[in-house]
């Protein structure tokens, strides 16, 4: 499992976006990330001083240090190599598929959204919000793709804890049929 989280030159409903900046974690301990230089494809689009005033990155640092995102593309699917690949919202999934189409690469990464899984996993809504406050007391930096993707890397390393210690105390927990065998000896 790897989360992954974009930052982005606005949100959605400002107008046409382009990812800025895209971060990958596996453990929540580490991550990756790598800056977007603005495609000319994108020439443009939509950028907002709020992105810029949130995120911490001006279009002048993203020109300067940001890799083509033919690169970037590549490294990421390298990085990913296969993996179930997790975001915490849907719209990554188009800026992901807005950086390959960029890059003229073809796309084999599939994103979930943790929503869904949060949602398969059976887990109670207060065990979920319990788990986000622990992982939000460990001060991670918010609003750069990289602490972004290990908050969410650690939040579901803390979830599936949470999962493992349902499932062994339902394993220990005698069935009622066993209750019933034992009642009849």
Known sequence: MIAIDFEASCL???GRSYPIEVGISEDGFT???WLIRPHV?????TWTEEAESLHRLSQAELWRDGLPAERVAAELA?????AQVIADSPIDAYWLETLYE???QPCSVEIQCVS???R???LKSDVIFAAQTRIDALGFGRHRAGEDARWLAALLMELEKQMQARDRSLLRAPRST????YAAI
Do not use: D, V
Request: glycine share 14%; no cysteine.
């Open 178 to 181: 066993e209750m019933l065998t």
């Open 102 to 104: 960029a890059a003229a």
């Open 12 to 14: 959605p409903k400002h």
């Open 41 to 45: 494809s994108w020439t443009g689009w």
């Open 116 to 118: 869904k899984i949060l």
């Open 120 to 122: 398969e996993s059976g």
């Open 31 to 33: 991550s990756r990330s």
């Open 78 to 82: 390298q990085a990913l190599g296969g």
